[in-house]
Structure formats: structure tokens, C-alpha cells
């Protein structure tokens, strides 16, 4: 049995805490050793120490130690929290559970948004690049039979009607240009009249 320390001349802590002699069929030695004073200690001002040996008479044997340690951290519950006892520690769990199953929902909703825009952005990607790579072949291909195909058109020359009257002015004003040009020294470029 687990827990069970063979009998010696030292008596078990429960009788030593009740100050009697410990007989060798005694209940609470197999689950009380002499080390546990505290232990039995506890489980005493909580339940009682002939409620307890009751108890243990009435379990089979091979569940007394669960029953025993059932007792002792109910005991130790009780002496926390008098009003709520092991009561308030199991409904801290319970809240706690439910806190955490909230947060868990939570996360899991988080997820899924994650992958499904990831998913998303993904076909939009390779839609765009799929457009871009049909876009691009087209224009290559446009260009590559127009360069076979079209050729480059210069832009026509001004008539002939604007060329004479041209050069009949610029021969008027060259001629003026050139008698001047005979008479003073041309010291400054402004001087010189552009033609364009």
C-alpha cells in the first residue's frame, strides 16, 4: 500500500497528537505516519478525529489513502477560506477554464481571418501577376510586328511660298548687315542680329 510504513515502537501522528497510545491495529497508522503531525493535525479540527476514523471504517481498504488525502487537502481548503472551503477553489478553476476556453475562441477566430485573407491575397497576387505576363507578351508581340511592318514618317517642310519669302527678307537684311559691317567695327556680340 502506498504511503504505509511498517509498525514500530513510535506511535502514528494521530496518536500522538491525541496523546494515546497507538495499538497495533490502529486506522490511522497506515495513512498517518509519525512524521505527518500537521497533515493530521488539519484534517482533526476540520472533521474530527472519530468523524475521520468512521469514515475510513465505512471505505473499502484499498481506497482509504485517496479518501485520506481527499480529506487533508479539504481540510487545508476549509482552514484558507472558512466560508467557501475547497468550494471556492474549484469555482476559481471553473472561472479560470472559462476565461481560457474564451480566449481560446478568440484565437482560434483570429486564425481563420488570418489564413483566409493570407489565402486571398495570395490569388490576388497571382491573378496580377498572371494579367502583367499576358500584358507584357501581348506588347512585345505588338511590337515586334509593327517594327517588321509600319515605318517612320518624317513631318512635311514648311511650303515653298514661307522659304522665298525668307530668303527674299534675309538677303534685304544681310545686304544692310554687310554695308554696316564695311563702315563701324563690330566690338559686341549682341550687335550681331540672330537668324533662326
Known amino acids: ?11 502514528c501522528a494521530a496518536c500522538k497528537l491525541l496523546k494515546r497510545r497507538c495499538i497495533p ?3 490511522f497508522a497506515p495513512y498517518f505516519r509519525s512524521d505527518e503531525c500537521k497533515k493530521f493535525a488539519k484534517v482533526h479540527k476540520v472533521f474530527g478525529a472519530s468523524n475521520v476514523s468512521k469514515i475510513l471504517i465505512e471505505v473499502p481498504e484499498e481506497q482509504r489513502e485517496d479518501t485520506v488525502n481527499s480529506l487533508a487537502y479539504e ?6 477560506d472558512p466560508v467557501y472551503g475547497c468550494i471556492g477553489a474549484i469555482g476559481l478553476l471553473q472561472r479560470k477554464m472559462v476565461e481560457l476556453q474564451h480566449d481560446l475562441a478568440i484565437a482560434k477566430d483570429r486564425l481563420a481571418r488570418v489564413i483566409a485573407s493570407t489565402t486571398s491575397s495570395d490569388s490576388v497576387m497571382a491573378a ?5 505576363s499576358n500584358s507584357n507578351s501581348s506588347s512585345s508581340d505588338h511590337l515586334m510586328n509593327g517594327s517588321s511592318s509600319s515605318h517612320v514618317s518624317l513631318p512635311p517642310f514648311p511650303c515653298s511660298d ?4 525668307f530668303c527674299h527678307s534675309s538677303s534685304s537684311s544681310s545686304s544692310q548687315f554687310l554695308t554696316r559691317h564695311d563702315q563701324v567695327a563690330v566690338d559686341d556680340f549682341t550687335q550681331i542680329p540672330y537668324i533662326f
Open 1 to 11: 500500500m502506498k504511503g504505509y510504513e511498517p509498525r514500530s515502537s513510535s506511535s
Open 25 to 27: 491495529n490502529c486506522i
Open 75 to 80: 481540510a487545508e481548503a476549509r482552514l484558507r
Open 128 to 132: 496580377t501577376t498572371t494579367v502583367i
Open 162 to 165: 514661307f522659304s522665298d519669302s
